[in-house]
């Protein structure tokens, strides 16, 4: 602790002597996260799978091979099974002698799209009902709060096979299935922290300044929610990601032939005794883009709340 003018001012990080500058709570939590090595290597890792996605025709160039090519002649076994790794398949072939890594190159443009698309539309939705029922609350609150219970209530993978059958499987069929069901938990984040705001001083004064409804709610309310909304978002990523791979495995999702890591895992069921490599390096892509965003989504929570940890650690030293 130091003063200045008799004032009293906190050191932070051991910073002693010298002018003192104040710093914003995102600048804050930024530094916090520039030093979490398990975050920053996360991410490394997320842009590395990125410009696979976003280069996969590269790739596709620099190996010879196309994705939906089937090489039956040295592709496959004299038996017609899928051939192990080698130096012309570096991932080994599938049932159809297409060349994995190709095909896994491919599918993360799949997998991040529908990751990432569904994901903004999800926190779209979510944030503005969210907002909505926290901010003017009474019978809009009761309203949009019993349709998030429903929407919480009602079966997914129900929904997304009826919707399937009677659209068909699609890449828009997908988000739109996700989408769906994803918003009704970020509203109820958003609505909790809206519900703490709204009677705070700097509502009443923007309201006795004639504010409208909407200028508070997106001006004034809404950056003070952000933080647990690009927490929520991080994490939500994988978990789009996972959901996306599931209904591709179920057939709920691109249809065939587009490559999708969950697709290549449906396919490689047959042969997982025979051909290790059809199964192990597209659920590898799968397990390491998840693991790395939710290591993300961990380092970019406790870079915004560094004492959750600090809490955790002493309730189970109680």
């Known amino acids: 602790m130091s003063t200045t003018e008799g004032a009293p001012v906190d050191l932070e990080d051991g910073e002693a002597g010298g002018s003192i500058e104040g710093r914003?709570?995102?600048?804050?939590?930024?530094?916090?996260?520039?030093?979490?090595?398990?975050?920053i290597v996360s991410f490394v890792i997320i842009v590395i799978i990125v410009l696979v996605a976003i280069l996969a025709p590269l790739v596709a160039s620099i190996t010879g091979h196309g994705v939906d090519t089937q090489y039956r002649a040295n592709g496959l076994t004299p038996d017609g099974l899928p051939k192990p790794p080698s130096g012309e398949f570096l991932f080994?072939?599938?049932?159809?002698?297409?060349?994995?890594l190709v095909r896994i190159a491919y599918g993360a443009r799949i997998s991040l799209l529908v990751g990432v698309v569904a994901t903004l539309?999800?926190?779209?939705?979510?944030?503005i009902v969210g907002l909505a029922a926290g901010y003017f609350?009474?019978?809009?609150?009761?309203?949009?709060?019993?349709?998030v219970d429903v929407v919480l209530s009602f079966p997914f993978l129900l929904f997304a096979i009826a919707?399937?059958?009677?659209?068909?499987?699609?890449?828009?069929?997908?988000?739109?299935?996700?989408?769906?069901?994803?918003?009704?938990?970020?509203?109820?984040?958003?609505?909790?922290?809206?519900l703490s705001l709204r009677e705070r001083e700097f509502v009443q004064a923007a309201r006795s300044l004639g504010a409208s409804d909407s200028r508070i709610m997106f001006v004034d309310v809404l950056p003070n929610v952000l933080a647990p909304v690009i927490?929520?978002?991080?994490?939500?990523?994988p978990t789009v990601i996972v959901v996306e791979a599931t209904l591709s495995f179920l057939g709920l999702g691109v249809p065939p032939p587009t490559p999708t890591w969950g697709g290549m895992l449906n396919e490689a069921i047959s042969y997982y005794q025979v051909a290790w490599w059809f199964i192990v390096f597209p659920g590898a892509a799968l397990v390491i883009t998840t693991l790395a965003f939710n290591l993300l989504g961990d380092g970019v929570r406790d870079a915004f709340d560094p004492g959750s940890d600090r809490l955790i650690n002493a309730g189970k030293g109680d």
């Open 24 to 39: 914003s709570p995102w600048r804050l939590a930024w530094e916090r996260l520039r030093r979490d090595r398990v975050a």
């Open 121 to 127: 539309i999800t926190v779209g939705i979510g944030v």
């Open 137 to 147: 609350g009474g019978v809009v609150d009761t309203i949009l709060a019993r349709l």
């Open 163 to 194: 919707l399937v059958s009677i659209t068909g499987p699609s890449l828009k069929v997908a988000i739109i299935a996700i989408s769906a069901f994803s918003w009704a938990s970020v509203a109820r984040i958003v609505r909790g922290q809206v």
């Open 92 to 100: 080994g072939t599938d049932d159809l002698g297409r060349d994995i």
């Open 231 to 237: 927490v929520y978002t991080t994490l939500l990523i």
